[in-house]
């Protein structure tokens, strides 16, 4: 894939709980990934608490974190009191519209939002499928790495939409 991906906050966690992120960037090998400044800013959070997890992106010399243009600002600060939605997603989201790049949540209400702005969403579920179509991981680790997203994060993710054709 030779596209710009922007990860918003929970896209980034669900990669970084499901050891995921080399995956990911084996999978973009010919683009970029990143986060913008209000997701970098949103996974250091965890960090207070004793959460090591964010480090698996944070530290990750692929991924970075992107300075916003003056353009990118002002459409986030124009769409912030009309779309209730958290920030990081919400920059990224005016990020993504910006440089035609392509924006990954896990969040289906940012989803919409997106796609509603005319941003090319994709999903865990197209990732996943395109993971493994591409031979980078196995059913058994897909599976394995589903379980601990279901365990640690508490959400029930689709397998059908994964494992079928």
Do not use: C, H
């Not at 004793?50 to 353009?71: A, H, M, Q, V, W």
């Not at 920059?91 to 796609?115: G, H, L, N, P, Y």
Request: no cysteine.
């Amino acid at each position: 894939m030779d596209d710009l991906l922007i990860l918003d906050t929970d896209a980034a966690s669900v990669l970084a709980k499901a050891e995921l992120v080399d995956k990911i960037l084996q999978l973009y090998s010919d683009g970029k990934i990143v986060i913008t400044p209000k997701v970098e800013d949103e996974l250091e959070k965890p960090l207070d608490y004793g959460y090591r997890f964010p480090n698996k992106i944070l530290k990750e010399k692929e991924i970075d974190t992107i300075n916003i243009s003056k353009d990118e600002k002002e459409l986030y600060r124009k769409w912030f009191d009309q779309i209730l939605i958290g920030k990081g997603e919400l920059e990224s989201i005016a990020v993504s519209k910006q440089r035609d790049a392509v924006f990954f949540t896990m969040d289906r209400i940012a989803a919409r939002v997106a796609k509603n702005k005319g941003v090319t969403v994709i999903t865990f579920d197209s990732i996943m499928k395109r993971i493994l179509k591409d031979g980078i991981i196995d059913r058994k680790k897909a599976e394995k790495a589903i379980d601990k997203i279901e365990e640690k994060d508490n959400r029930k993710i689709d397998e059908k939409k994964i494992f079928t054709q």
